[in-house]
């Protein structure tokens, strides 16, 4: 019963501040939205007991992107979105409509909630909930699947933040010192 | 730069607190919720708190943009090492069961190892990250 109530108060607040952001058109208002926004769906992870997944949701989600967002403003200078009023959001609210509905559709078929004879819990799960003791011995079964049996794809994603990490500091890394350097050397060529 | 008293006080409070939570969130991770991606996020998270009190330039002087780069390769190398000592070990790549005397210490061993390489990785990348971004509005 509590943990209906709370869904429904998390979700309505979720849809709330959806909504907010949808509305409102100054940017540094908008990135404090997404960080609540990601701090309320970590709390509907830890009502379905994906605590790992709500962890990660509130360090990086709330914490960490938020932060990295008004880095981001702080650079571009752009405090507020342009409004043309030429826009007619008739298409793109038929488009949205006919997705959302189609998606519905398809969630009719999704076995219900925490199903012990859905087929995502029939195929590997209880081989993990069985053996993640004596294989490993690690309680936290998510970090055994995470590190051990998982282990190739948690390869994966480390050197998908590597990546990301190269990529950034390609693209705006390093002093910027050049610029400057380079109109110096033409002034000097010039004299 | 302004005084920001309130600030500096309670942020000196709060940055080892950070930095002990995020290690106990990267050696805990075993028994509890948590694990590298988690610990790496809090820890750069204390960095980031100290830069944006102190100023960026404090900040590097911690920790040197160089020594981030180094770092974020570091714990991806870790991570793959272990694979190779697996296989050295006579196993699979990744398969940690071989590298200590029972396959129970040895898998202990491995996500212990692979953690730490995760951790290390995403904190210096999320710090490198924050540092080319804000280091970008530098005059």
């Given at each position: 019963?509590?943990?209906?109530?709370?869904?429904?108060?998390?979700?309505?607040?979720?849809?709330?501040?959806?909504?907010?952001?949808?509305?409102?058109?100054?940017?540094?208002?908008?990135?404090?939205?997404?960080?609540?926004?990601?701090?309320?769906?970590?709390?509907?992870?830890?009502?379905?007991?994906?605590?790992?997944?709500?962890?990660?949701?509130?360090?990086?989600?709330?914490?960490?992107?938020?932060?990295?967002?008004?880095?981001?403003?702080?650079?571009?200078?752009?405090?507020?979105?342009?409004?043309?009023?030429?826009?007619?959001?008739?298409?793109?609210?038929?488009?949205?409509?006919?997705?959302?509905?189609?998606?519905?559709?398809?969630?009719?078929?999704?076995?219900?909630?925490?199903?012990?004879?859905?087929?995502?819990?029939?195929?590997?799960?209880?081989?993990?909930?069985?053996?993640?003791?004596?294989?490993?011995?690690?309680?936290?079964?998510?970090?055994?699947?995470?590190?051990?049996?998982?282990?190739?794809?948690?390869?994966?994603?480390?050197?998908?933040?590597?990546?990301?990490?190269?990529?950034?500091?390609?693209?705006?890394?390093?002093?910027?010192?050049?610029?400057?350097?380079?109109?110096?050397?033409?002034?000097?060529?010039?004299? | 730069?302004?005084?920001?008293?309130?600030?500096?006080?309670?942020?000196?409070?709060?940055?080892?607190?950070?930095?002990?939570?995020?290690?106990?969130?990267?050696?805990?991770?075993?028994?509890?919720?948590?694990?590298?991606?988690?610990?790496?996020?809090?820890?750069?998270?204390?960095?980031?708190?100290?830069?944006?009190?102190?100023?960026?330039?404090?900040?590097?002087?911690?920790?040197?943009?160089?020594?981030?780069?180094?770092?974020?390769?570091?714990?991806?190398?870790?991570?793959?090492?272990?694979?190779?000592?697996s296989i050295?070990s006579g196993g699979n790549y990744l398969n940690y069961s071989v590298l200590?005397?029972?396959?129970?210490?040895g898998?202990?061993?491995?996500?212990?190892?692979?953690?730490?390489?995760?951790?290390?990785?995403?904190?210096?990348?999320?710090?490198?990250?924050?540092?080319?971004?804000?280091?970008?509005?530098?005059?």
């Amino acid at each position: 019963m509590i943990d209906i109530v709370i869904n429904i108060v998390l979700l309505a607040f979720l849809a709330i501040t959806a909504i907010a952001i949808v509305r409102m058109t100054n940017l540094f208002a908008i990135i404090m939205l997404f960080g609540i926004f990601s701090f309320l769906s970590a709390g509907l992870f830890v009502v379905m007991d994906a605590v790992d997944v709500a962890f990660t949701e509130a360090a990086v989600g709330a914490g960490i992107s938020t932060v990295l967002m008004i880095a981001t403003i702080a650079l571009t200078k752009v405090q507020k979105e342009k409004h043309t009023g030429k826009h007619r959001p008739w298409l793109p609210l038929a488009v949205v409509i006919i997705t959302g509905a189609t998606l519905v559709y398809g969630t009719l078929d999704i076995p219900a909630f925490g199903d012990p004879e859905a087929p995502a819990q029939k195929h590997v799960a209880p081989y993990y909930i069985k053996q993640s003791i004596p294989d490993t011995g690690v309680p936290n079964v998510v970090t055994a699947v995470l590190a051990s049996y998982r282990g190739f794809d948690t390869l994966g994603e480390v050197v998908v933040v590597f990546t990301a990490g190269i990529a950034v500091l390609l693209l705006i890394g390093g002093k910027r010192t050049k610029q400057s350097a380079i109109k110096k050397e033409r002034e000097k060529d010039d004299t | 730069m302004t005084h920001n008293l309130i600030l500096r006080v309670i942020s000196k409070f709060l940055i080892p607190l950070i930095i002990l939570f995020a290690l106990y969130v990267q050696f805990h991770g075993d028994f509890g919720p948590g694990g590298g991606f988690q610990a790496g996020v809090i820890f750069s998270s204390s960095i980031i708190l100290y830069a944006l009190v102190f100023g960026l330039d404090a900040a590097e002087k911690i920790i040197p943009t160089a020594i981030l780069r180094i770092l974020a390769s570091l714990g991806a190398l870790i991570y793959a090492s272990v694979g190779i000592a697996s296989i050295f070990s006579g196993g699979n790549y990744l398969n940690y069961s071989v590298l200590a005397d029972t396959p129970v210490a040895g898998q202990h061993l491995g996500i212990l190892l692979v953690e730490l390489g995760v951790g290390i990785t995403v904190s210096a990348v999320m710090l490198i990250i924050f540092f080319s971004f804000v280091g970008r509005s530098r005059p």
